[in-house]
């Protein structure tokens, strides 16, 4: 298990063993989180003793102290333990700038609005991404990680999504000036891509895995009850296309939630949380926007994948 899992594993099986105790009677539950404490409280002496010792000898410089909070499994001791030189909002801050060029491919951007008292995180949405169907799960996948990684100590996440754009009255002056000039986007494009009908995915049913082949990018869609997903063809586990894909249902996950399992190296994505892979959470599939365009579904093909 890599460093990055390790912090969260260890706090899920602490948690499960005190409620396994739990049964034996308040008392024995007690003593259990006791323990607890003290080991806790001795580790946490320890890491603070040893910035003390490096601070003293001089060698607790900017880039050692930036070495040992880019660490995932490191900065979340810190963070227990109250030690992390970075507070809350920079921490947080610093997590969504981490995502931003993941982001920035898909056209959009996220903003973050505040931190309540409580430690919720507010977020809006930008850019294209916007109140497009899948913008939640790029959301989660890209964001609602690196959050939790950098700040375990965050109690919640919400999104507000602006409301849909009326049409101006007047045409600016800009938009016209670009028209002119023949730099204008026409009414098919988005930023990064192009918006391509796929009126086939109308007709897929729940469960069923489909491939298309969208302005030469391979798609590879599937279906939920009513949702429908849609990523670029390509396993990033074994970088091999996937056709023949299964779509698994995911015991753990509400809403009938599924996992999308590779034909070649079997590896696992988690449909509803942007195709993060189960195997290697560091690996995701790379989902595409969607929207009913004109009642027809659309998916946002990128530039880079256009022929030329």
Known sequence: MDHENLLGAAGERISSLLDALGSGGPVARDRAEELVRQVTDLYGAGLERILQVLDGEGALTSSTLAALTSDPLVSGLLVIHGLHPLDLPARVAGALDSVRPYLGSHGGDVELLGISEEGVVRLRLLGSCQGCPSSSVTLKLAVEDAIETAAPEVTGIEVQEAAPATAPALIPVGALRSRLDGAGPSPGEVAGGTWEALPELSGLESGAVAGFLVSGLEVLACRIGTDIYAFVDRCPRCTRQ????????????????GLLRCPHCRSHFDVRKAGVCLEDRNLHLDPLPLLLRGGVPSVAVPTAAEPP
């Open 242 to 257: 996937m056709p023949g894909a299964s779509l698994q249902r995911a015991l753990a996950a509400p809403l009938g939630g």
